[in-house]
C-alpha cells in the first residue's frame, strides 16, 4: 500500500515564502512519514483464518465516543479552551475564543479567509484542531479539505487581548470533512486519530506533525463501513461495502464487501480481506479482547477470522 504524503502549509512563518495576502505560506513534507516508510520491509503480514470460536468482542466507542470536541456549549467538551461554533463558515472577524467557563480570553482572526467551513473542532497540546474547507476551495471547484491547527500568537496592538490564528494546515485530497467517521484523542491527547470515508491520519499533537497518512485504495461510503481499533496494538480494522459495476443481466450494482487491517502508526496495510458476497452490507466490526480474532456482522451475513502472521 503506497502512503499518500500530502502537503502542509505553515501559515505564519516569516521564513517561507509570502501568500498574495500578506500572510507567510509555506510548503513542506513530514519527514516522519519517510523515516516510516523505512521500516515497511520489516512489517508482517496478517493472514485470516475462517473461525468458528466462541470469543467475547472487545469494547469499542460509542458513536459519541468517537469524536472529541471544543466547541462551547458542547456537554461533552473538553480542552482549556473552547470554540463558539458557527453556521456555513461565518466566523465573526474578531471571533471569541472562552475558556471552559465561558469566560472570554481573546478573539481568532482572519478565520473567514483561512479556515472557512468548520466540522470538528478539539483543543489538544495548547493548539485548536480543526477539520475545514476554506471558501476559496469551495467557490474553485478544489477537490480539497484541511486539518488546520489555530494557537495564539501574541496580543492586540495596543491591548492585553489574546490573538489568535491559523498557524498551520495540512491539505487532504478529496472531501475528508464532509465524511468524518472518527476524530479522537489517543495515549492521554498525545496522537490525534482522523477517519474519514476517504482515509485516516494520525497526528503527534506535541510536534504538530503527522505520524502516518493514508488514503484509501478506493472512497468508502460513510454509511457502508464500520471500523475498531485492537485493544492490544495499534492496528485499525476497517469493514467496507464499495459500489462496484452493474451486473450485465440484471442490471443491479454489485458491490465489494472487505476488510483491511492497517498498522495504524506506519500507515502500512498488514491484512485484506475479501468477502464472498456482492451486495450491500453494513456492516459492524469487532476484536476479540486479545486481538487475535474479528468478527464482522450484517443484517445478511457474518464472518469470524482468526488472525495470524505470516
Not at 475528508?176 to 491520519?201: H, I, V
Request: glycine share 6%; proline share 3%; charged share 25%.
Amino acid at each position: 500500500m503506497r502512503l499518500k504524503i500530502n502537503e502542509s502549509r505553515d501559515i505564519t512563518s516569516r521564513d517561507h515564502a509570502s501568500h498574495p495576502s500578506g500572510m507567510a505560506v509555506g510548503y513542506g513534507r513530514d519527514v516522519s512519514l519517510h523515516q516510516k516508510n523505512k521500516n515497511m520491509a520489516n512489517e508482517k503480514s496478517i493472514i485470516f483464518k475462517p473461525s468458528n470460536s466462541v470469543f467475547k468482542p472487545s469494547e469499542k466507542w460509542t458513536e459519541r465516543e468517537r469524536f472529541d470536541t471544543s466547541f462551547a456549549k458542547a456537554k461533552n467538551a473538553i480542552g482549556n479552551l473552547r470554540l463558539p461554533a458557527v453556521n456555513n463558515g461565518r466566523y465573526e472577524s474578531k471571533h471569541p475564543i472562552m475558556d471552559s467557563n465561558d469566560n472570554l480570553v481573546g478573539y481568532l482572526s482572519g478565520a473567514v479567509s483561512f479556515i472557512g467551513y468548520t466540522w470538528d473542532c478539539v483543543y489538544a497540546a495548547n493548539c485548536f484542531w480543526l477539520t475545514n474547507m476554506t471558501f476559496s476551495d469551495t467557490m474553485g471547484g478544489v477537490n480539497r479539505s484541511n486539518v488546520t491547527l489555530v494557537d495564539e500568537v501574541g496580543t492586540y496592538l495596543f491591548s492585553s487581548t489574546r490573538k489568535f490564528k491559523a498557524i498551520k494546515s495540512f491539505d487532504f485530497e478529496g472531501h475528508w470533512a464532509g465524511s468524518t467517521k472518527a476524530f479522537k484523542l489517543l495515549d492521554n491527547e498525545r496522537e490525534l486519530f482522523y477517519l474519514s470515508s476517504y482515509g485516516f491520519c494520525l497526528f503527534n499533537t506535541y510536534n504538530r506533525e503527522r505520524i502516518s497518512h493514508v488514503n484509501f485504495p478506493r472512497y468508502v461510503s460513510e454509511h457502508a463501513f464500520d471500523f475498531a481499533i485492537s485493544p492490544k496494538v495499534k492496528i485499525l480494522a476497517i469493514a467496507g461495502s464499495s459500489m462496484g459495476e452493474k451486473d450485465p443481466i440484471d442490471g443491479e450494482y454489485r458491490y465489494k464487501n472487505f476488510i483491511w487491517l492497517y498498522n495504524l502508526e506506519s500507515g502500512i496495510l498488514m491484512g485484506e480481506e475479501n468477502l464472498d458476497t456482492d451486495t450491500y452490507n453494513r456492516w459492524s466490526i469487532h476484536f476479540s479482547e486479545d486481538g487475535r480474532n474479528i468478527k464482522i456482522s450484517s443484517e445478511g451475513a457474518t464472518y469470524q477470522f482468526e488472525l495470524a502472521t505470516k
